[in-house]
Every structure is written in structure tokens, then in C-alpha cells.
């Protein structure tokens, strides 16, 4: 066994293997097969279209005015993990952003105590977070074709590296030693202790890359909760309202729907008290047929201006 001599050289080897393989050719049946993969890996998940639409529905009539409500977001850096905060932010504007590497919060306090008095006077505050994880055109979880790439790469990068690290100590070729003290690569240093920490879960799975979000979203969750207790009461105003949504985000490849499974969902007040708990709610919201929607928004806008302008018109020997 060997100490990691370089833990950027173990990252860069891990996810160079097999980068650049598979079909990088969109069909419709590739884009059909993609789609129906999430929904059958992930059961639950929302396109971010509509994810971004069910919150607001949802939110608004329990105070979350979108023009007063700041979005807060936590995810990876990857450049795929931006249409879904594109989404968020066609509703709510722009974001305030907590996330690090993997989508962990590593803002931590400081990011949390400066967004807190961020939030507009007598508004609210969203915060998303969560890990990703890619669908290849080949089907294939853990990967995703990223533009300008003739096949597919390792998405998530980062969890992909903290699963090679946990598989490399537990089979006995490296030993675990974390040490977080340099600050270029502190954040990976974090996660590989993180995912040691269930690693008997990581590789009894029938399928490490698909448990791997679910236990990156479950140390992250972890990471909330802590910073919240930490932050609360005290670092938003009194009457802030505060909305957590976690889940984990599907990243697709080119035209395809980008997809969020929603894992949490709960209102808090400024004190850090749980109000309600909306996942349900969501995830129903977010079901619904989009289109019969737009069709009876725009039936009922028409209704409107036809009933406006029958009101308009003069009746004679009135
Ligand atoms: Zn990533």
C-alpha cells in the first residue's frame, strides 16, 4: 500500500479513463432513450422547465413573491450544472451561489450569514442544492456528452474521483489520508472522507454510479442541516421565510431535457423551525401536463379580455 502521493494525479487519472468513448451522434431515438433512462434511474425527477414552475406555483401563495424571493443555489462547477440554475433563474433572477466542487455547500457560514442579508427587505429566500450526475447518448449513467467532446466524459467528475478513491483504499492499493490543510485541493480531500464514510453502501450497491448522488445528496443534506443550526437564528431578519429544495440533478446531453429528482423540500422559518414540508406537493405540481396548462392559462387570459371588452361596450338608449 502507498500513500497518495498527489491527490490531483489520482483525480486526473481516474477521470481520464475511458473519457472520450461512446456515441457523441444525437438520434431521436438516442434523445428518446435518454429520457426514458432518468425516468426510469431517477423515478420522480422533473424536467428544470418544470421544476423552476412547479416552486414558483407552489411558493408563491405561501409568500415567496418572486420579485422579493432571492434564489440561492449550491452545485458543481461543471458547466452542465448551469441550465438547471438558468431555469431557476428565468423565475427568481439571479442567484447568490454556496456551492464548491459536487455541489457541497462550501460557502459554509460565512456564504450562508452573507446571503441572509442579501434577501430584498420583507422577502424570502429559495436555496437548491444538489449533486449531479450524467446520461450519456449511449445510455450510459455517470457520463455525459459535453460539447465540442467526440464521445462522453465522467459527470460528476468530482463524485466519479471520491468513488475511484473509496474503491482504491477499501481494495487496499492507497491508504486514507486526508489532509484538508492545502486549500487547492481541500475540497476533494472533504469529499473522499465523506464517501469513506459510507463506503460499505457505495460498493454493496448493484450500481455505484447511480447510489453515488444519492450519497453525495445525503452528505450534503448533512452539510445543511449543520450550517443552518449553526446560522439560525440570527443571520436572515425576523419573518424571512426560507425554502430548501435538495435533490439531484440530471444532466443530459444536447437536446434533451436537463432533469432535477427533488429529494427535499421544506419551508423553514428565520429562526431555522420547520413550517411545511412540500416535496409531495412538487413533485405533483411537477407532473403536470405542461402544455394543458399553457392551453388553459391562455383560455382563461382570453376569457378575461373577452369579458373586458363585452364590458366595454355601450348599450344604446343607455
Ligand atoms: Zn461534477
Redesign the pocket.
Known sequence: MKKVESLHTFAMNAVADHEDEGTAISTPASVVGVMEIAKQTFPGCITAHQLARAMNVILEPKGFDKDTTLLTTSF???E??RDLEDELRSVYGQNFSMGG???FPFGGCTAFGAMGHHIPTSGQVVIVFG??VGIDFDGVIGKVNRRGHEGSGH?????FTGLEYVKAVKGGSIIHSPDASDPIDAQQVFINSALMDHSDRLLSASNSEVELPHVMFDCQEALFKRIMAKCLPGDVANGVKIALLGGIQVNTPLGTPEYFLPKTFTTFDSSGKKESDLLAALVDEGHKDIKKILMQKRLKERTARANAGLLNVPIEGL
Not at 155 to 159: K, P
Request: net charge negative; aromatic share 0%; with cysteine.
Open positions: 458543481d462547477c461543471d452542465v450544472c466542487i459536487g455541489g449533486p449531479h459527470c460528476c467528475d468530482t463524485a
